[in-house]
């Protein structure tokens, strides 16, 4: 399931950086590229936890350090190696190597095509730690190819590295590969179990340990969908982009987090207004859907401690899990938003962006409430509206049926009628009608922020897509000095006229027009990359600054 | 084969720190701690060497830094976990607990017992990594003798992990256990290889490098033994001493050394004259060797930089290896003295030990030339003297005859008999007089150096035997205010007297005389302590830094 870091690519950026792919930075360089990470305290409030709970929190983070330590050692078999040197090197470049070294994971810039900043480091090798290092991928499919299908089944799974062995491979179980540490880990992991109260933590952390030492981690991700109570761990290995060569091998991370109880009430009250909201959607009312479905499982949480893959590079804000079918099928997958970690890009990247992009009277209106208060929606939102579909009088899917269309317009579905439902909610009186001005001011700036990172992938298109349509239909409009503003005449209309014309396509299945409006709309325009110029000096993502861990007694 | 560090214990240093077992050392005691190791430059002129061979040098350090990560990890599981959380924390206690953590590859002070000081570090595993963690050493040793013959030896053998595996345990090699680390050292040792002139550093670099993919080292062994050359590198998988559980596993470490041209001309003219000093041992002319055997291989060289095991608490001034049994028997042993060690650890503690234990007129006494020309020709003496013996006209060893007192009595003899051969060199005009007032002087010193690290281990016990052995001969004499000199009336006489006790002693494998020895005089007496007690604040050892490995082009 995918990941959500808004992006691994920035187009800004990368200026800084191309006029010397030949070798490596100097200070003064690796200074500018980890400027754009902002430093930022991560924490959150623990005062209503009692004793038990901040110490199973502290022997969480304390595996989770363990989890770091693993994820470096996938990356790349020099990295523990390169750190040591690193940490050795006294010399302000050696310092600045050591810092972005510890930001990226390893020494290539995440930001900038993995470019490398130490001297000496080789290409960032595609297969990571996770094959031998001298095999081809021909070799090795040759080889799994030629595997009885059980092998095969073990040499492709999430948990084994391929090893060489005489002249050919062999599969090597992560729980004999990282045994040493995922002992500690699962001692770490059972010290905690034994420490909590919540009967479903309790379970999940003393089936996460077992598994860190079986290797079968099905029963553990079950436990996990069924957490409850304020502590939610995600720890152990998951997400499968570091294997660039196969996307077949997990890399461990780690996330410890709590429950934001606000949000989390918050939520309640939207999921119970989905249907009342479906039942208004601007459509032709045979599309809506009478009936909604289940909620999937979201949970609003803050962030006390990120390791792994889970902190590398551009931070994580939300993410999908598990990523095992089979658990999927029998208990759905559930989603994480990282409140904290959301309100730090906000201050740290959206406000800088906010400065520039509008005008001073309107900057006011930009406001962390609508921000996440729109992200959260925006998640509900994709359960709304059109999938199972009838074309022809057949039975299809909007997925089918928009093929490589369909991620960039969901997306922007998503988005557009997460205002919508906003200004819904608002008419409604369940949301307070002072959110109104901040709503589209704040989307406004935010869809630089997207735009930022590129319109190749979906999201960015997305944004792309709708922040053309609403300067087209004067919803948003352009200022003489290049800033841009929301038009409270046209901002409703713009907003519920693009909902329509997306759901629409999406209703019909129409490749052809989703195709047309992404190649007339999901572009940057000369007056939009103008000002994503002015934009440089912005940091991009924060370097996050654990400060409730390090309160944690963690020992 | 030993390693020569001068001990692992502190005695003096011990006080600082057995007041707090419980808990850990604050940021304020673990400065006094770290304070025991000066730090210190260490290099060697490189300006003789072409600009390929200061490549093959800056090769040869890279590989070494990936040497340096795996012993890290052969240490403890959890140390690169503890390693990036301590490169994090930026307070006085956090810099303080990562200076001293560097120092001893771990969390644990090996100068005091293994005493933990960072918090929440448990006990040093006694089978570090190498075990699966919660396995006793009953359990394996029950696992191992179960196995056949050939299964056993390779649990036992030097270059294999054991894991758990189910509910038994598993056999893992080097080359799959640290396959990618070690993928990349070779890929170094060849790198360095294909720029090398010197054909016999050529041969071991690439056989070291076959040897770490195939985990098959003998031939690489071999190679070894035939090095010749400027460049002497040493580097690969070797002592036993970090497995405390079996000493079985050997651990990973690098010496990065070159040749000392001068030192080595001077071991060959030394080499020329053992068998004229022999003819002249002050022992029954009948108890002499009338044709000593061939000279055991040695070779004197400056470290360029040293990793892993070889650069953790106190730093090696010497070694031998391989530890093969059959390279031994095939082609000997190689004992490589490390000339830039020996200098620092001279300049940073026996001359602020002379400051204390000399009276002021006798410092100007205290030279390197000399220390180190007695050191040299302790190693060269150990070949003469008795060795196979004639007791009751039985054919045997002094070593069989003089069982657990012959290791002590061997190093005393070494020591008190290279006096004895430096003076019979000067005065045939071999050295110079100039040598003569700082040769005694130089050497009663030392004692106190040797001393304080304790009279348990074979090296101080025999220092004690002649420490107390010349004080009571009046060749040392101590004055009013308790520092020490030579008594130039008596010390040759106290010099020639006891090499011919102790080699009368080892001639005649009397163990009852032998043990009395030792029990007389391998003591501290009153005296010497309190002399000792005033040492607390001289440095107990060195902390490299590799001034010439820096400069090197590494990549």
């Known amino acids: 399931m995918p990941r959500f870091v808004l992006a691994s690519v920035c187009v800004v ?40 709970d901040r110490r199973v929190l502290g022997k969480l983070v304390e595996a989770s350090t363990i989890i770091d330590a693993l994820f470096l050692r996938q990356v790349w078999a020099g990295n523990d190696a390169m750190l040591l040197d690193l940490v050795r090197d006294q010399s302000p470049a050696g310092r600045a190597r050591l810092h ?30 996770y094959y031998p290092p001298a095999a081809t991928k021909a070799d090795l499919e040759r080889w799994m190819q030629s595997l009885p299908e059980a092998e095969r089944a073990r040499a492709t799974g999430f948990f084994t590295v ?4 005489g002249n050919s491979f062999s599969i090597v179980p992560y729980n004999v590969e990282y045994q040493g540490e995922l002992a500690r880990a699962a001692s770490l992991l059972r010290e905690a179990a034994a420490l909590a109260t919540e009967p479903t933590l309790k379970t999940f952390l003393v089936k996460r340990a077992e598994a860190l030492l079986s290797n079968d981690y099905y029963e553990s991700d079950v436990a996990w969908m069924e957490l409850k109570g304020v502590i939610e761990p995600t720890i152990g ?9 196969f996307n077949y091998k997990a890399a461990f991370e780690s996330f410890i987090t709590v429950q934001d109880a606000a949000e989390t009430a918050k939520l309640q009250r939207f999921a ?16 809506r859907n009478p009936k909604l479905g289940a909620l999937a499982p979201i949970t609003v949480v803050n962030e006390i401690f990120a390791a792994g893959d889970a902190n590398r590079g551009v931070q994580t804000a939300a993410f999908n899990l598990p990523n095992d079918e089979r658990v999927i099928r029998e208990k759905g997958a559930k989603r994480v938003m990282l409140k904290n970690v959301q309100d730090a890009k906000f201050a740290k990247t959206l406000v800088p962006i906010s400065k520039v992009v509008l005008p001073a009277a309107d ?71 002072s959110l109104e001005p901040t709503l589209y001011t704040t989307f406004l700036a935010s869809t630089f922020r997207s735009i930022r990172f590129g319109v190749t992938e979906a999201h960015g298109k997305g944004i792309a897509v709708q922040l053309n349509s609403l300067l087209d239909s004067r919803a948003f409009i352009t ?47 000369p007056e939009i990359q103008r000002m ?11 370097e996050p600054r654990f400060t409730t861990s390090s309160l944690l007694v963690r020992r």
């Open 13 to 52: 950026a990368l200026a800084v950086v191309r006029a010397q792919e030949a070798s490596v930075p100097d200070a003064a360089k690796l200074e500018q590229m980890i400027a754009r990470f902002a430093p930022t305290d991560i924490g959150a409030d623990l005062s209503q936890l009692s004793d038990a």
């Open 100 to 129: 972005y070294f510890l930001i990226n994971k390893g020494p290539w810039s995440r930001l900038d095509h993995n470019q490398a900043f130490v001297p000496g480091a080789p290409a960032k090798p595609e297969g990571a730690n």
């Open 162 to 165: 391929i090893r060489r062995s």
């Open 237 to 245: 290995p998951y997400e499968v982009y570091e294997d660039e060569l």
């Open 272 to 287: 119970a207004e989905l249907q009342d909201i479906e039942n208004h959607l601007p459509i032709d009312p045979r599309l």
């Open 363 to 433: 900057q006011k209106d930009v406001s962390f409430e609508a921000f996440f208060t729109q992200i959260l929606v925006h998640e509900l939102m994709h359960g709304l509206g059109p999938h199972n579909i009838s074309k022809n009088g057949r039975a299809t899917t909007v997925r089918q049926e928009l093929k490589e269309t369909y991620s960039f317009l969901e997306e922007a579905k998503a988005d557009i009628s997460s205002l919508f439902a906003v200004q819904h909610l608002i008419d409604k009186g369940v949301l307070p009608k």
């Open 479 to 525: 200022n003489a000095d290049g800033t841009l503003k929301v038009n409270p005449d046209r901002i409703k209309e713009g907003v519920t006229a693009l909902t329509r014309d997306i759901m629409t396509i999406q209703a019909e299945g129409d490749y052809v027009k989703a195709k047309a409006l992404g190649d007339r709309l999901g572009v940057v325009r």
């Open 532 to 542: 994503l110029e002015q934009l440089t000096a912005v940091p991009v993502d924060i």
